[in-house]
Each structure stands twice: as C-alpha cells, then as structure tokens.
C-alpha cells in the first residue's frame, strides 16, 4: 500500500500530493471539491503545466463510470478547473469545467458555475450555478435512499 491509498483523499489532499511530487513544492490548504478520489482511483502521474497542475487518474477497478480522469487544478487558487472524463480506450467521455470562483460565504470560496459537456452530445451542456452557500448540520440519515422522497423538507 502506498501512501495515497492511506489517505481518504479529497480534492485539496490529492492536490496536496501532487504538489509534493512536483517540482515546484508549495503548500496546499483545504479548498475545492470534498470528492472521496482515493476509493475508486490511483494518481498515475502528475505533471506540472504552467500555472496548473494536471493529474492523470486511472480507476482501481471497472465499478466506476469512468476509467480515467484527467484533473487540470490551479496551482495559485488550489482548486479545479477542469476534469475529463475517458473510457478504458481514451475516449473521451465528459468534460467538466469549473468556473467563477467566487466566495460564497463563511470563507467558503469555490467555483460558482460548473459546466459539463460530451462529445457523445454534441451542442448540449449541463450547467450547475452555486449561489447562497451556507454551512449547515444535517443527520445522517438525510444521506440514504429512504430519506429521498422527504429531500424537499429540507429547503
């Protein structure tokens, strides 16, 4: 087991240790996606890219809906700004762009717009717009299927 697979790895942590292999050393603070990587994916390799890092991904095994990831992350802000999405082929499957970084609030400081795009989908795109953030506390059983049909309490 390597080091990576010992850490329950979200964006600002794998972006953490790529820093700490690439050639320009910096320190990385808790920012960007809170995405479990390390669970389903091992770092391949990293290269630094002027002013971004860019992390190759490839999936521990064939449960996930994506072999690859490729990861463009900014190394100034230390968040995402692009990921795609390939098939065990290379084929490119999704791009996700992130955004007009923005704080939204209680020191909570993302990308507010995320878009998503495939080539299998030529002209279409998904857009999600963060807006109002704000940090609250929910039980644990807000997160399981059961709780789905009362997801609209929670407004």
Not at 46 to 70: F, I, M, P, S, W
Request: glycine residues 6%; hydrophobic residues 40%.
């Amino acid at each position: 087991m390597n080091e990576i697979d010992s850490l329950p790895l979200t964006m600002p942590r794998l972006l953490a240790w790529a820093a700490a292999r690439a050639p320009e050393r910096i320190a990385l603070e808790e920012a960007g996606l809170q995405l479990d990587y390390a669970a389903e994916y091992d770092v391949v390799r990293v290269d630094a890219v002027g002013d971004e890092y860019l992390l190759h991904l490839k999936a521990k095994n064939r449960a996930v809906a994506y072999d690859q990831l490729k990861i463009r992350a900014d190394k100034s802000r230390k968040l995402p700004t692009k990921i795609e999405c390939l098939t065990e082929a290379g084929m490119l499957i999704k791009t996700l762009y992130f955004k007009q970084v923005k704080d939204l609030g209680g020191g909570i400081v993302r990308p507010s717009y995320i878009e998503t795009d495939s080539p299998l989908y030529k002209g279409y795109k998904s857009v999600m717009i963060y807006a109002k953030i704000r940090k609250r506390e929910f039980r644990d059983e807000v997160f399981t299927l059961t709780f789905m049909p009362n997801i609209g309490s929670l407004r």
